[in-house]
């Protein structure tokens, strides 16, 4: 897969966020004001919810399982954005990962499940980040969005819980 990268510098957190589901709630503005910029990897549920994220911060999404009509069909299945020189895929069902794209960390969603793992060696060695789910709770998971901090050191991630 060949794609063209999105560049972003920053000195601000970067604020990820995931399967809305139509559901963008206050608590998850609120953490998310500080970041710039925002990503949504998918299962946006409405186009208005990209639009307010927008107002806070350019925003980088990827289509969802769900995002089948209007504005969010639009949207690609993954994207390589690059920030402050270190590369992200970003993709909503981590089945559709695309081994081949060089990063530093793939970003997915669709599980609802929060993951914040460092996996393999050596030059090999990804960040796997799902924020979880921010919308509509499904099951018992809870509801999560993610933040990334990219710099020099390298990238960190946390998992920051909402409120039910």
Not at 19 to 30: E, I, K, P, S, V
């Amino acid at each position: 897969m060949s794609l063209t990268a999105d560049i972003v510098e920053t000195t601000s957190p970067v604020g990820v966020i995931s399967d809305t589901h139509g559901l963008l709630r206050d608590q998850a503005l609120a953490l998310l004001a500080d970041c710039r910029p925002l990503i949504h990897l998918g299962d946006v549920g409405d186009p208005a919810i990209l639009e307010r994220l927008a107002e806070l911060a350019p925003v980088y999404s990827v289509r969802g399982n769900i995002d089948r009509e209007g504005v969010c069909s639009t949207l690609p299945s993954h994207r390589l954005l690059v920030i402050n020189g270190r590369p992200l895929q970003l993709v909503h069902d981590v089945a559709d990962v695309d081994e081949r794209m060089a990063c530093e960390s793939v970003l997915h969603g669709h599980s609802h499940k929060p993951r914040n793992e460092w996996r393999g060696e050596g030059g090999e060695r990804r960040l796997w980040f799902n924020p979880g789910a921010a919308g509509k709770r499904r099951f018992s998971l809870p509801i999560t969005l993610g933040k990334l901090w990219i710099d020099a050191d390298g990238i960190r991630g946390a998992i920051l819980h909402l409120p039910p």
